[in-house]
């Protein structure tokens, strides 16, 4: 892979590795939004201008029906399946262009899930049959007062006794908060609990239509082009043909619906960077103070090939993690841990490049004729969607003990761009089990890089930390403490991190120099977290001394920092909006 091919550029984009219809239809998004130009595009931004035009598109184009509808609803259609590699294409587009856009596609899929995981037959092709018709759907987990918390829903169903007519089995009463594409969903998941049954076993998933008369749209609860809902039902009337699951079943989906679709976050992040990164270094480097080039300034430079290879690891990661989300199934399951990486990580990633980026230009980042606004405003959205980072990270550490010191063999996991339909993510069954799922041997893909300095330093830190929770882990009060296991889970993540990353590398051929530039910040990362775990109140004696003895200072190469950089000058004016 060329320098240049490792950022998205609407000019010369074309992804090749996929097949002709796909690749049609990528590019036919970014000629849309090309033709619109960069005026229209930040005007209804800040007029918060309803994303209605693009819907039409995406119907016109059939976009959205043939991404998003699985084989088995495809009436033999060759074109339509769910197929992860090309969503992501499709995901990094929309995020590029802007957030909002991305939204109505984000809420489709998560509306989707509840519905293509359900045995329900009408409900799966009323869902196609919209789709094809250009609709949209949306996703009724939250609520005000339990955000996320699929326990605690108020969303009740109350059994009908009259039901001879056929009409209702339940009257829906209940409301529910920030619900993308509330105003228009043709169908919309809704996750609520009956009357009549105590506990787990009383959990409903069940489809309303946004248009009925009982579905009160009560308000836009943002200010913005994106349509984030609260809504009510009223006696809304729900039918047997309406339920999509019970009981545990629909605690499930609602779990696995959302290890679908919080993976869309990392590319919607990586996209927003990239067009950031265009504009930023453009204006810097074509910017004079005191006499000199903007970019001349070594904070600058600094600024600059820090944010650039945190940017293209995101990409690195993320594109593995499609392979192994793509390729599990019952008896590999490793996904579990790399989708909420993807959405912890690398949406967190995603705010610290945008930080140094806007370090650099500074107050030109807030002027109204900038992308980098709209992304400035926008990038911290993603780390706080789909359940917080927090949460996430608090998942993340279920993983530890079998990642770090129980290994399994595993075939080695391809390149997935090929056009199958990923029907495993309808069938991923109970969400129990997660600290069972077993990895490779992690050390092994740091041996074989051995040679580059700074992975091998990076290499001895993740060995101290496996060495630190062998012999100084957390006791019995750390492990209720979550301040104290997050930055333990912030550690073990840059260790995962670098094994796709370096997975990902030797895939497309990185270049060396900008594979050790990506270790330099994986070592002072992790001697971050470790200064702040020695910092916590509850750290002892010994995990303060494994903090001092885990801290290492990248290996110092100044021609490779300058190579590095001349990647990152080679963007200047590579792209820019049309106006």
Same mark, same amino acid.
């Given at each position: 892979?060329?320098?240049?091919?490792?950022?998205?550029?609407?000019?010369?984009?074309?992804?090749?590795?996929?097949?002709?219809?796909?690749?049609?239809?990528?590019?036919?998004?970014?000629?849309?939004?090309?033709?619109?130009?960069?005026?229209?595009?930040?005007?209804?931004?800040?007029?918060?201008?309803?994303?209605?035009?693009?819907?039409?598109?995406?119907?016109?184009?059939?976009?959205?029906?043939?991404?998003?509808?699985?084989?088995?609803?495809?009436?033999?259609?060759?074109?339509?399946?769910?197929?992860?590699?090309?969503?992501?294409?499709?995901?990094?587009?929309?995020?590029?262009?802007?957030?909002?856009?991305?939204?109505?596609?984000?809420?489709?899929?998560?509306?989707?899930?509840?519905?293509?995981?359900?045995?329900?037959?009408?409900?799966?092709?009323?869902?196609?049959?919209?789709?094809?018709?250009?609709?949209?759907?949306?996703?009724?987990?939250?609520?005000?007062?339990?955000?996320?918390?699929?326990?605690?829903?108020?969303?009740?169903?109350?059994?009908?006794?009259?039901?001879?007519?056929?009409?209702?089995?339940?009257?829906?009463?209940? !409301?529910?908060?920030?619900?993308?594409?509330?105003?228009?969903?043709?169908?919309?998941?809704?996750?609520?609990?009956?009357?009549?049954?105590?506990?787990?076993?009383?959990?409903?998933?069940?489809? /309303?239509?946004?248009?009925?008369?009982?579905?009160?749209?009560?308000?836009?609860?943002?200010?913005?082009?994106?349509?984030?809902?609260?809504?009510?039902?009223?006696?809304?009337?729900?039918?047997?043909?309406?339920?999509?699951?019970?009981?545990?079943?629909?605690?499930?989906?609602?779990?696995?619906?959302?290890?679908?679709?919080?993976?869309?976050?990392?590319?919607?992040?990586?996209?927003?960077?990239?067009?950031?990164?265009?504009?930023?270094?453009?204006?810097?480097?074509?910017?004079?103070?005191?006499?000199?080039?903007? !970019?001349?300034?070594?904070?600058?430079?600094?600024?600059? /090939?820090?944010?650039?290879?945190?940017?293209?690891?995101?990409?690195?990661?993320?594109?593995?993690?499609?392979?192994?989300?793509?390729?599990?199934?019952?008896?590999?399951?490793?996904?579990?841990?790399?989708?909420?990486?993807?959405?912890?990580?690398?949406?967190?990633?995603?705010?610290?490049?945008?930080?140094?980026?806007?370090?650099?230009?500074?107050?030109?980042?807030?002027?109204?004729?900038?992308?980098?606004?709209?992304?400035?405003?926008?990038?911290?959205?993603?780390?706080?969607?789909?359940?917080?980072?927090? /949460?996430?990270?608090?998942?993340?550490?279920?993983?530890?003990?079998?990642?770090?010191?129980?290994?399994?063999?595993?075939?080695?996991?391809?390149?997935?761009?090929?056009?199958?339909?990923?029907?495993?993510?309808?069938?991923?069954?109970?969400?129990?089990?997660?600290?069972?799922?077993?990895?490779?041997?992690?050390?092994?893909?740091?041996?074989?890089?051995?040679?580059?300095?700074?992975?091998?330093?990076?290499?001895?830190?993740?060995?101290?930390?496996?060495?630190?929770?062998?012999?100084?882990?957390?006791?019995?009060?750390?492990?209720?403490?979550?301040?104290?296991?997050?930055?333990?889970?912030?550690?073990?993540?840059?260790?995962?991190?670098?094994?796709?990353?370096?997975?990902?590398?030797?895939?497309?051929?990185?270049?060396?120099?900008?594979?050790?530039?990506?270790?330099?910040?994986?070592?002072?990362?992790?001697?971050?977290?470790? /200064?702040?775990?020695?910092?916590?109140?509850?750290?002892?004696?010994?995990?303060?001394?494994?903090?001092?003895?885990?801290?290492?200072?990248?290996?110092?190469?100044?021609?490779?920092?300058?190579?590095?950089?001349?990647?990152?000058?080679?963007?200047?004016?590579?792209?820019?909006?049309?106006?």
């Amino acid at each position: 892979m060329t320098v240049g091919e490792l950022l998205l550029n609407p000019h010369d984009y074309d992804p090749k590795d996929f097949d002709p219809n796909t690749r049609r239809l990528l590019r036919a998004t970014i000629d849309w939004f090309e033709a619109r130009g960069k005026r229209r595009l930040l005007q209804d931004d800040l007029h918060a201008i309803w994303t209605g035009d693009f819907l039409d598109f995406a119907g016109r184009e059939g976009l959205f029906a043939t991404f998003l509808t699985p084989a088995s609803e495809a009436n033999g259609d060759p074109n339509k399946r769910w197929d992860a590699a090309r969503n992501a294409a499709l995901s990094e587009i929309l995020g590029f262009y802007g957030l909002s856009y991305w939204y109505l596609w984000q809420v489709t899929v998560l509306g989707l899930g509840p519905i293509w995981m359900s045995d329900n037959p009408t409900a799966r092709r009323r869902a196609a049959e919209q789709l094809d018709a250009g609709g949209v759907m949306a996703f009724g987990l939250s609520e005000r007062e339990h955000g996320a918390d699929v326990y605690s829903t108020d969303m009740l169903l109350t059994p009908r006794t009259d039901t001879a007519d056929g009409t209702a089995a339940f009257r829906a009463n209940g !409301t529910k908060y920030y619900i993308g594409n509330g105003n228009v969903a043709g169908m919309v998941s809704v996750f609520g609990r009956r009357t009549d049954i105590e506990g787990a076993d009383g959990y409903v998933f069940f489809v /309303v239509d946004s248009r009925h008369l009982h579905y009160r749209l009560i308000d836009n609860v943002v200010h913005g082009q994106m349509y984030v809902s609260t809504f009510a039902l009223r006696d809304y009337p729900v039918r047997e043909e309406d339920i999509l699951h019970t009981g545990a079943d629909a605690f499930s989906a609602a779990l696995n619906t959302v290890n679908v679709g919080k993976f869309n976050l990392c590319t919607a992040s990586i996209g927003i960077c990239e067009h950031a990164f265009f504009e930023a270094i453009t204006h810097a480097h074509n910017r004079v103070l005191y006499g000199r080039r903007v !970019t001349d300034f070594p904070h600058v430079r600094a600024n600059f /090939v820090d944010a650039y290879t945190r940017l293209v690891a995101m990409k690195l990661f993320s594109a593995r993690a499609v392979d192994y989300f793509r390729s599990a199934g019952p008896e590999d399951r490793r996904y579990l841990l790399f989708n909420p990486m993807t959405k912890a990580k690398i949406t967190s990633e995603g705010e610290s490049v945008m930080a140094l980026l806007h370090d650099v230009i500074a107050a030109k980042g807030y002027e109204k004729d900038t992308y980098f606004r709209e992304a400035a405003e926008l990038i911290g959205t993603l780390p706080k969607l789909e359940g917080t980072v927090h /949460v996430n990270v608090a998942l993340i550490l279920k993983f530890i003990p079998n990642y770090l010191f129980n290994p399994a063999s595993y075939p080695d996991v391809a390149t997935r761009t090929d056009p199958t339909d990923d029907a495993f993510f309808w069938a991923q069954g109970p969400t129990r089990g997660a600290g069972k799922v077993q990895f490779q041997d992690w050390t092994r893909v740091f041996d074989e890089h051995a040679d580059i300095p700074n992975v091998a330093r990076f290499h001895e830190q993740a060995l101290e930390l496996r060495e630190l929770l062998a012999t100084a882990g957390p006791d019995d009060a750390q492990r209720e403490d979550l301040d104290f296991l997050l930055t333990v889970g912030h550690l073990f993540e840059l260790v995962v991190y670098g094994q796709l990353i370096l997975e990902q590398a030797d895939i497309v051929g990185l270049d060396r120099d900008l594979l050790e530039q990506i270790f330099d910040f994986q070592i002072r990362d992790f001697s971050r977290y470790a /200064v702040a775990l020695h910092g916590k109140p509850s750290s002892t004696d010994a995990q303060q001394e494994w903090a001092i003895g885990a801290i290492r200072k990248p290996a110092v190469d100044t021609e490779r920092f300058d190579r590095v950089w001349e990647q990152v000058v080679g963007y200047d004016g590579a792209y820019e909006m049309r106006p």
